[in-house]
Structure formats: C-alpha cells, structure tokens
C-alpha cells in the first residue's frame, strides 16, 4: 500500500521560512516523479514544484527563486524549501507522486494528506 505522509506546516510571518517534507513508503519512488502541490481555499489545487526521476525540475512561476525543491532517493523522501513567504502563499500542501509527466497535476496518481502553511502579514 502506497503512502505519502507529509510533514512541516505550520505558521510563520512574511518572510520567514518553512520546510516541507513528505515520507514515501509502500514503494521505491527513486523511479517516478514527485511533487509539491496547493490548495487554498475556494480555490483549485495548483503544483508548486516537482522533480522528475531523473532530477528534471518545474516551478510554477509564484514561487520561482524562493521554494526549493529535492529528493533524497535512498531515504524516500522529498523536500520543499520554502524562503521569502507570503500571505499568498497559505493554503494546504499536498506531496504527490508517480506521474507520468512530471510538471502536470492530473497525472499523479498517489496523494498525501496535505499539510497547512499559514503565512501571516
């Protein structure tokens, strides 16, 4: 059984930092894409980041020189970097994984349970 558990949201001022991370298990993920997704509320979900197997990586524009995106193969995991955050930037953040293109949301086909990031102003 595939999981994605996803790990340190929280709440931070403007301009602060925060770093996600999302444990994989159930499979090894060294071969598949995985990303970083949000979802605000009233809104629909939107990737924020995502790294193929072979380390190709997409940002959306919003976060482009602030969020970082990695992945630790042998630990299963994947990682956000969040620096220089906004209040724009709250929402629920979802880790994904195994699509078949990596930078597109509706191919990933296992989902974690999100995490909150509230950004206060």
């Known amino acids: 059984q595939v999981q994605l558990v996803e790990s340190g949201g929280g709440l931070v001022q403007a301009g602060g930092s925060l770093r996600l991370s999302c444990a994989a298990s159930?499979?090894?993920?060294?071969?598949?894409?995985m990303g970083w997704f949000r979802q605000a509320p009233g809104k629909e979900r939107e990737i924020v980041a995502a790294?193929?197997?072979?380390?190709?990586?997409y940002y959306a524009d919003s976060v482009k020189g602030r969020f970082t995106i990695s992945r630790d193969n042998a630990k299963n995991t994947v990682s956000l970097q969040m620096n220089s955050l906004k209040p724009e930037d709250t929402a629920v953040y979802y880790c994904g994984a195994d699509a078949t293109r990596y930078w597109h949301i509706k191919d990933y086909k296992y989902w974690g349970q999100g995490t909150q990031v509230t950004v206060s102003s």
């Open positions: 790294i193929s197997w072979m380390g190709n990586i």
């Open positions: 159930g499979r090894t993920f060294s071969n598949y894409a």
